[in-house]
């Protein structure tokens, strides 16, 4: 971290402790890092999407205001998240030096860890709460370590955004290789990656013998393989031989394999031959019961009935629960009271705000906000990257958070077709499976949005060039 950051940071801070309430600063000001400021621009950041979006959201100003007095000059502040390295995000780009979450004043406990990382504590069968919901998947994936797949192989599971595919598949890996098991576990992209480079480095021979070595083969997102032939044909090499032998296969995708319909027909093929689940939104008592789990892993206890509460009105993904319990543990840390006051105010309020039925509306302005252009430059004609990008991140998300139709989000994004809403639609997923940061850019939208509430698979691959 370059010194004049930290130096300049550290007087702002001073100003808004002053400025500030107690539990304001506490909860949303020190647990923001300096990392680098450039050109007028104090970078800072937040432990996690959620946080990031509503420091811009409330504080931006003050904390702008707060930093120029400091350096005696109109100074901007932009507020960022670090990624997080989970196994969902695998190319953990270091993007700047290393920033340490929770801050240093207290030092992590391995829960606290793992609620801010997402990623970090192991996911296993342990710690992945069963229900109504997932109980098929989860069975499933037991069947793949406890060797009883038999006919049943391979698994496909598949599902919305955040209802656990990683994290079962990721159960099984660590199970697997606990007793001695080679696993190969690509999440999609990574599959294609070593691919092309072991086809670059003309070293495709070993990057096949792996698959004769390996006991079990996991591919994660396999829906990022679309319309990727050559990856594809690996991969149904890579099945055959695994198969062959007799190990376990499993795939996890966001859209059952009847919609993934731009894969070969024979890959197609080899996906339905076994055991296919699907893992669904969890109803409340399951929601109910992941809350309590995370909160006791991050060591927050929690009176009941709030629990009950909050597992109303969460009703997304459990991605989006494991946001709000880092909210709930940030709040309570800045707070001498009990735990239920820091949270009514700085958690659950926002969120009832926000969990009501999402309008289109809200939709584009959020999504105009976060983009920087402004509402009218959404819905006009312009056809330019700055303005049809949020465009089209504005029609996916109202495909997937408003439960309008294609024709009225059509209406709503400026009178387009609604046949140009699911082609944007489709290229923004294409995207996310290329491009991770975009990916998890998505998802904080969605989380400040709501969550996920549905998904609505694309199937095919195109450019989303109408809108
Ligand atoms: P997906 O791969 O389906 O998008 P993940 O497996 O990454 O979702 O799950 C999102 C987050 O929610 C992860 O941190 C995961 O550990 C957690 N999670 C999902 N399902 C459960 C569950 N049943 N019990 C506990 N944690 C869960
Ligand atoms: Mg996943």
């Given at each position: 971290m370059n010194i004049d950051a930290n130096r300049v940071w550290k007087e702002a801070s001073s100003l808004l402790e002053r400025e500030l309430s107690v539990k304001d600063f506490q909860t949303w000001i020190q647990n923001l890092r300096p990392r680098r400021i450039e050109g007028g621009v104090l970078t800072l950041s937040a432990p996690f999407g959620l946080y990031r979006d509503r420091v811009r959201k409330a504080f931006l100003p003050v904390i702008e205001n707060a930093v120029s007095t400091v350096v005696r000059a109109r100074c901007r502040v932009a507020v960022v998240v670090d990624e997080d390295g989970g196994e969902d995000r695998?190319?953990?780009?270091?993007?700047?030096p290393a920033v340490s979450w929770p801050p240093k004043a207290k030092p992590p406990t391995k829960a606290a860890t793992a609620t801010f990382g997402g990623g970090v504590r192991p996911r296993t069968f342990e710690n992945f709460v069963v229900g109504e919901a997932n109980r098929m998947a989860y069975l499933a994936a037991r069947h793949i370590v406890d060797g009883s797949l038999g006919e049943a192989n391979p698994v496909f599971l598949y599902g919305g955004v955040g209802l656990g595919k990683t994290h079962l598949l990721s159960a099984v890996r660590h199970a697997l290789r606990s007793s001695g098991g080679r696993v190969l576990y690509y999440p999609g992209e990574e599959f294609t990656r070593r691919m092309v480079d072991a086809l670059l480095a003309h070293r495709m021979t070993e990057f096949r013998r792996e698959f004769r070595l390996a006991d079990a083969l996991l591919i994660d997102d396999?829906?990022?393989?679309?319309?990727?032939k050559r990856t594809q044909q690996e991969l149904a090499e890579a099945f055959n031989v695994l198969h062959a032998a007799g190990k376990p296969i499993a795939f996890a995708s966001d859209r059952p394999p009847s919609e993934i319909?731009?894969?070969?027909q024979g890959l197609r093929n080899r996906f339905q031959g076994g055991l296919i689940t699907e893992l669904r939104p969890p109803d409340k008592t399951l929601r109910a019961e992941i809350l309590r789990a995370k909160l006791s892993e991050a060591g927050i206890d929690l009176d009941d009935g709030l629990i009950d509460r909050l597992s109303v009105v969460l009703q997304g993904s459990i991605r989006e629960m494991e946001g709000v319990v880092a909210n709930i543990r940030l709040a309570s840390s800045g707070?001498?009271?009990?735990?239920e006051d820091a949270v009514l105010e700085t958690v659950i309020a926002p969120f009832l705000k926000t969990n009501g039925p999402v309008s289109l509306e809200t939709v584009i302005e959020t999504v105009s906000w976060a983009f920087g252009v402004s509402r009218e430059e959404i819905l006009s004609r312009s056809r330019t990257r700055r303005i049809s990008l949020p465009r089209h991140v504005a029609a996916y998300l109202c495909r997937r958070l408003?439960?309008?139709s294609s024709t009225e989000i059509g209406d709503a994004l400026g009178g387009r077709k609604h046949t140009s809403v699911l082609r944007a639609d489709k290229g923004v997923r294409d995207r996310a499976c290329d491009d991770p940061g975009f990916a998890s850019r998505l998802r904080d939208l969605e989380q400040m949005l709501g969550?996920?509430?549905a998904l609505r698979p694309s199937s095919t691959r195109s450019r989303a060039g109408a809108l």
């Amino acid at each position: 971290m370059n010194i004049d950051a930290n130096r300049v940071w550290k007087e702002a801070s001073s100003l808004l402790e002053r400025e500030l309430s107690v539990k304001d600063f506490q909860t949303w000001i020190q647990n923001l890092r300096p990392r680098r400021i450039e050109g007028g621009v104090l970078t800072l950041s937040a432990p996690f999407g959620l946080y990031r979006d509503r420091v811009r959201k409330a504080f931006l100003p003050v904390i702008e205001n707060a930093v120029s007095t400091v350096v005696r000059a109109r100074c901007r502040v932009a507020v960022v998240v670090d990624e997080d390295g989970g196994e969902d995000r695998p190319i953990a780009v270091a993007s700047g030096p290393a920033v340490s979450w929770p801050p240093k004043a207290k030092p992590p406990t391995k829960a606290a860890t793992a609620t801010f990382g997402g990623g970090v504590r192991p996911r296993t069968f342990e710690n992945f709460v069963v229900g109504e919901a997932n109980r098929m998947a989860y069975l499933a994936a037991r069947h793949i370590v406890d060797g009883s797949l038999g006919e049943a192989n391979p698994v496909f599971l598949y599902g919305g955004v955040g209802l656990g595919k990683t994290h079962l598949l990721s159960a099984v890996r660590h199970a697997l290789r606990s007793s001695g098991g080679r696993v190969l576990y690509y999440p999609g992209e990574e599959f294609t990656r070593r691919m092309v480079d072991a086809l670059l480095a003309h070293r495709m021979t070993e990057f096949r013998r792996e698959f004769r070595l390996a006991d079990a083969l996991l591919i994660d997102d396999v829906q990022c393989m679309v319309g990727k032939k050559r990856t594809q044909q690996e991969l149904a090499e890579a099945f055959n031989v695994l198969h062959a032998a007799g190990k376990p296969i499993a795939f996890a995708s966001d859209r059952p394999p009847s919609e993934i319909r731009t894969f070969e027909q024979g890959l197609r093929n080899r996906f339905q031959g076994g055991l296919i689940t699907e893992l669904r939104p969890p109803d409340k008592t399951l929601r109910a019961e992941i809350l309590r789990a995370k909160l006791s892993e991050a060591g927050i206890d929690l009176d009941d009935g709030l629990i009950d509460r909050l597992s109303v009105v969460l009703q997304g993904s459990i991605r989006e629960m494991e946001g709000v319990v880092a909210n709930i543990r940030l709040a309570s840390s800045g707070c001498e009271g009990r735990v239920e006051d820091a949270v009514l105010e700085t958690v659950i309020a926002p969120f009832l705000k926000t969990n009501g039925p999402v309008s289109l509306e809200t939709v584009i302005e959020t999504v105009s906000w976060a983009f920087g252009v402004s509402r009218e430059e959404i819905l006009s004609r312009s056809r330019t990257r700055r303005i049809s990008l949020p465009r089209h991140v504005a029609a996916y998300l109202c495909r997937r958070l408003t439960g309008s139709s294609s024709t009225e989000i059509g209406d709503a994004l400026g009178g387009r077709k609604h046949t140009s809403v699911l082609r944007a639609d489709k290229g923004v997923r294409d995207r996310a499976c290329d491009d991770p940061g975009f990916a998890s850019r998505l998802r904080d939208l969605e989380q400040m949005l709501g969550g996920a509430k549905a998904l609505r698979p694309s199937s095919t691959r195109s450019r989303a060039g109408a809108l």
